[in-house]
């Protein structure tokens, strides 16, 4: 990666080999390597020892967890908060696994809407609750620098599966909770919606 990163910068226009670069592709590579971790975590191993049988049937919810994931059109991040919650059947997920799970999922290159799919039906699969509910709220440096519509730089995505998908009251309970900071429009499919400009951009 380091002869890459040496050949990126002289296509820049930049000199390699001075004093300020010279260290550049080695730090590069190491925050790549951190920064898409991601693809060598087992959601199982994380998960390890976590997955505990309850007798409790309310509403789980984790919110204000902050993330920070890559763009896989421009390479730029996109950060922000993603809140889930979930009701469980008869298992639940150790409170403090939950932001791991974003994690593994935020450190790859991303889009905002599979990011958000991936953590709601990882949960689904894992402990089959009675419902899952994913909501992202992200800022994307791709749209935000390159100074491409300021408003759509800001984009909120939701996953809802199950109660939160079925029942207008639970979905309304869980949102309420959250409190977003942005005007939602309405919960219903939304997957088509775009947070980051793509292909041809
Ligand atoms: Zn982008």
Same mark, same amino acid.
């Given at each position: 990666?380091?002869?890459?990163?040496?050949?990126?910068?002289?296509?820049?226009?930049?000199?390699?080999?001075?004093?300020?670069?010279?260290?550049?592709?080695?730090?590069?590579?190491?925050?790549?390597?951190?920064?898409?971790?991601?693809?060598?975590?087992?959601?199982?191993?994380?998960?390890?020892?976590?997955?505990?049988?309850?007798?409790?049937?309310?509403?789980?919810?984790?919110?204000?967890?902050?993330?920070?994931?890559?763009?896989?059109?421009?390479?730029?991040?996109?950060?922000?908060?993603?809140?889930?919650?979930?009701?469980?059947?008869?298992?639940?997920?150790? =409170?403090? $696994?939950?932001?791991?799970? /974003?994690?593994? %999922?935020?450190? &790859?290159?991303?889009?905002?809407?599979?990011?958000?799919?991936?953590?709601?039906?990882?949960?689904?699969?894992?402990?089959?609750?009675?419902?899952?509910?994913?909501?992202?709220?992200?800022?994307?440096?791709?749209?935000?620098?390159?100074?491409?519509?300021?408003?759509?730089?800001?984009?909120?995505?939701?996953?809802?599966?199950?109660?939160?998908?079925?029942?207008?009251?639970?979905?309304?309970?869980?949102?309420? =909770?959250? $409190?977003?900071?942005?005007? /939602?429009?309405? %919960?219903?499919? &939304?997957?088509?919606?775009?947070?980051?400009?793509?292909?041809?951009?």
């Amino acid at each position: 990666m380091q002869d890459l990163i040496r050949r990126l910068l002289a296509e820049m226009g930049e000199d390699p080999t001075r004093e300020g670069l010279l260290n550049t592709p080695k730090r590069v590579e190491k925050a790549y390597k951190f920064l898409t971790s991601g693809y060598d975590a087992d959601i199982d191993h994380v998960l390890n020892n976590a997955l505990f049988t309850v007798d409790y049937s309310e509403m789980v919810i984790v919110k204000d967890i902050d993330f920070y994931s890559l763009c896989e059109h421009h390479l730029l991040p996109f950060f922000g908060k993603c809140h889930v919650a979930y009701i469980p059947s008869d298992r639940v997920i150790g =409170l403090s $696994k939950i932001p791991r799970l /974003v994690d593994v %999922f935020a450190r &790859r290159l991303q889009v905002q809407e599979r990011l958000t799919n991936q953590i709601a039906e990882t949960i689904r699969d894992k402990i089959a609750p009675l419902g899952v509910a994913v909501v992202v709220e992200a800022t994307h440096l791709c749209m935000s620098m390159r100074g491409v519509e300021k408003q759509n730089s800001f984009a909120v995505t939701s996953a809802m599966l199950g109660a939160f998908r079925d029942s207008a009251r639970t979905r309304m309970e869980f949102l309420e =909770l959250i $409190k977003l900071r942005s005007a /939602v429009p309405a %919960f219903t499919d &939304r997957s088509a919606s775009l947070a980051c400009v793509g292909e041809d951009d």
